[in-house]
């Protein structure tokens, strides 16, 4: 069941009715060559495993198998084993912002990228954060300025008057209520250097 069969796992196919299976791990062929289908399964089947139980049997009907076709291959379409195609199989596609492919390129020094990385991915230890943790302290307001406001990233490096002096200090416009990893982007324009982030 767990076999790519006419570009389809069973198992991902039909769930439900995978989840009633006696044996997990038998394979389409074995299953196809045995006398009564439904002698695979824990009766009573639930009535969504019934109907996708009909569906992949109208798919044996359509499809007979062949022993002249059969290839066994890996779901990424090849016979031959790539644990980094196992990986990328395992943790999907998703899209990330170019700010983090401009991080782990650059010349700083490590701490400092992995410094960033923690601001761009809210995982610096702020008193926000502190709070969340549930760490006990006196007060969660920002040191730097006296506008009783809890000490987030955004805050700490951005809406702070203190941030925002140091932000025009060096020529930076921060717009209201930006955030990270936007704000990176914004700089690189500001900037306009091919080594904006050393």
Same mark, same amino acid.
């Given at each position: ?5 006419? $570009?389809? %796992?069973?198992? %991902? ?5 995978? &989840? ?6 038998? *394979?389409?062929?074995?299953?196809? @060559? ?7 399964? +824990?009766?009573? #089947? ?10 992949? =049997? +109208? ?6 198998? *062949?022993?002249? @076709?059969?290839?066994? $291959?890996?779901?990424?379409? &090849? @016979?031959?084993?790539? *644990? ?5 199989? #395992? ?6 912002? !170019? %700010? ?74 921060? !717009? ?9 982007? =914004?700089?690189?324009? =500001? ?8």
């Amino acid at each position: 069941m767990h076999d790519n069969w006419a $570009n389809h %796992v069973l198992a %991902v196919q039909a769930p439900e009715l995978f &989840s009633f299976a006696k044996n997990k791990m038998i *394979s389409v062929q074995k299953a196809f @060559n045995h006398d009564d289908f439904s002698d695979l399964f +824990q009766l009573p #089947l639930s009535q969504a495993a019934f109907l996708q139980l009909h569906g992949i =049997q +109208q798919l044996i009907d359509d499809r007979p198998l *062949s022993d002249n @076709n059969d290839k066994w $291959n890996y779901i990424w379409g &090849s @016979n031959i084993f790539a *644990s980094a195609k196992v990986y990328k199989l #395992l943790i999907g596609h998703q899209e990330i912002h !170019p %700010v983090f492919k401009w991080l782990w390129k650059n010349r700083c020094q490590p701490k400092h990228r992995v410094f960033f990385w923690l601001l761009i991915n809210d995982r610096l230890s702020t008193r926000n954060i502190l709070r969340r943790r549930h760490m006990q302290l006196d007060s969660y307001n920002c040191d730097l300025c006296n506008s009783l406001v809890e000490e987030s990233a955004n805050h700490l490096f951005m809406d702070c008057p203190f941030a925002r002096m140091c932000w025009d200090f060096i020529h930076i416009d921060i !717009p209201l209520n930006s955030g990270f990893p936007e704000l990176a982007s =914004q700089m690189k324009d =500001q900037l306009n250097s091919q080594f904006f982030m050393e």
